[in-house]
Every structure is written in structure tokens, then in C-alpha cells.
T-cell receptor
Framework: EPEVTQTPSHQVTQMGQEVILRCVPISNHLYFYWYRQILGQKVEFLVSFYNNEISEKSEIFDDQFSVERPDGSNFTLKIRSTKLEDSAMYFC?????????????FGPGTRLTVL | KNEVEQSPQNLTAQEGEFITINCSYSVGISALHWLQQHPGGGIVSLFMLSSGKKKHGRLIATINIQEKHSSLHITASHPRDSAVYICAVSPPITQGGSEKLVFGKGTKLTVNP
């Protein structure tokens, strides 16, 4: 069964460093998402991506964040200068249509720890 | 802005019991999703529904659009059902076509043998 994959599973970084979280969505899907979950809190939407551009982003997704689909398979989230409060589990998801019409498939997550 | 509330926050049951988890939301939606989050953190989609009822194995999800309420039921619960169950909604397409999900805080279910 096709699945969304994410690498790395755990990333430890120093405050101020850049990190890139990688995702490989399901191959025929068109909509891509990043969410994050701070420990003990609910999952929060960061950004959605469709047709090679951002379709919506949340207030959390400020200038420190960027997304890219560098090739036909990868979907990346870059945090330019990490802060302590960026420590969270980051989930990538994909769907073959918008969440209003179809389920989203989630990756296993990347646990980011900023020291 | 849609607020998603779940109850209870924590639920402990004995194996075999019938489980109900509730979700209510504040404004209109186009779809509601029930998700399961395992102790390791991974999230699995269980149901997506916009009306009525869906059943998959021992899981049943219902939604009442007028009352802005959904329930997830687990029949004959088993210790392997222990997980966090999350309700999430997606806004109507008429409000700008957002694809994002808005999540509840989740219900932690523990089923004891």
C-alpha cells in the first residue's frame, strides 16, 4: 500500500541553525501539507501546497519557513534559523484532492529538537 | 475560525466495552475526519465523512451536520485500540477553498485487558 515517508525520523539541531525536513508524498497525489505538533498540544496546520505553489499558510508559517518541491517526488520544509519553540513533531501529509473531498495520508513524522 | 472540541479528554475502559468519543465544532464544515495517533506519534486516517454514518470493522463514525456534532464509536474494545483519537474538520469550499484541517486536542483512550 502506498504511504507517505519522512526523513529524518529525529533531528537534533542547535538554535539558529537551518534544518530541512523531507517528505515523499504518495506518487499520484496533488495536495501536500505540513503540520506540526508541539509536545502535549494539538496538531496545527502550517502550510498547504498545490500546483507548485503555496495555497494557504498559517500565522505560524512566517519568513523563517519555506517549502519546496525540488523534483517530482520530494516535498521539503525548511526552517532557516531554528528557535527553541520550533521543537515539535512535524508531519507531512498528502491527498489526491482537497481535504474537503478526500482523506489526507500522513507520514510518520519528524521529531525536531532544538537545543 | 472553527473551534473543535472533543470529549472526554481521557478515557479508560475494560476490554470488550463499547466506547464513544464525541466531537463538536463551531462553524459549518465540508468534511470531518477522525484520525488515530499511535503512542509513537504516527497519525492514521480512520474516516472522512460529511453526512450520515460510516462503519469500518469495529469502528463507527456518525455526524449530525445540523447539530455540528460527530461521534466515534468502538465496539468490543481491545487493548490494541489504545491510542489518541483526533477529530479534525475542513472548512467549506465556499470560504476560499482552504484544504487545511483544523484539529481537536484528541481523546486518549486506554483499554485495559
Amino acid at each position: 500500500e502506498p504511504e507517505v515517508t519522512q526523513t529524518p525520523s529525529h533531528q537534533v539541531t542547535q538554535m539558529g541553525q537551518e534544518v530541512i525536513l523531507r517528505c515523499v508524498p504518495i506518487s499520484n497525489h496533488l495536495y501536500f501539507y505540513w503540520y506540526r505538533q508541539i509536545l502535549g498540544q494539538k496538531v496545527e496546520f502550517l502550510v498547504s501546497f498545490y500546483n507548485n505553489e503555496i495555497s494557504e499558510k498559517s500565522e505560524i508559517f512566517d519568513d523563517q519557513f519555506s517549502v519546496e518541491r525540488p523534483d517530482g517526488s520530494n516535498f521539503t520544509l525548511k526552517i532557516r534559523s531554528t528557535k527553541l519553540e520550533d521543537s515539535a513533531m512535524y508531519f507531512c501529509a498528502s491527498s489526491d484532492f482537497s481535504a474537503s473531498y478526500n482523506e489526507q495520508f500522513f507520514g510518520p513524522g519528524t521529531r525536531l529538537t532544538v537545543l | 475560525k472553527n473551534e473543535v472540541e472533543q470529549s472526554p479528554q481521557n478515557l479508560t475502559a475494560q476490554e470488550g466495552e463499547f466506547i464513544t468519543i464525541n466531537c463538536s465544532y463551531s462553524v459549518g464544515i465540508s468534511a470531518l475526519h477522525w484520525l488515530q495517533q499511535h503512542p509513537g506519534g504516527g497519525i492514521v486516517s480512520l474516516f472522512m465523512l460529511s453526512s450520515g454514518k460510516k462503519k469500518h470493522g469495529r469502528l463507527i463514525a456518525t455526524i449530525n451536520i445540523q447539530e455540528k456534532h460527530s461521534s466515534l464509536h468502538i465496539t468490543a474494545s481491545h487493548p490494541r485500540d489504545s491510542a489518541v483519537y483526533i477529530c479534525a474538520v475542513s472548512p467549506p469550499i465556499t470560504q476560499g477553498g482552504s484544504e487545511k484541517l483544523v484539529f481537536g486536542k484528541g481523546t486518549k483512550l486506554t483499554v485495559n485487558p
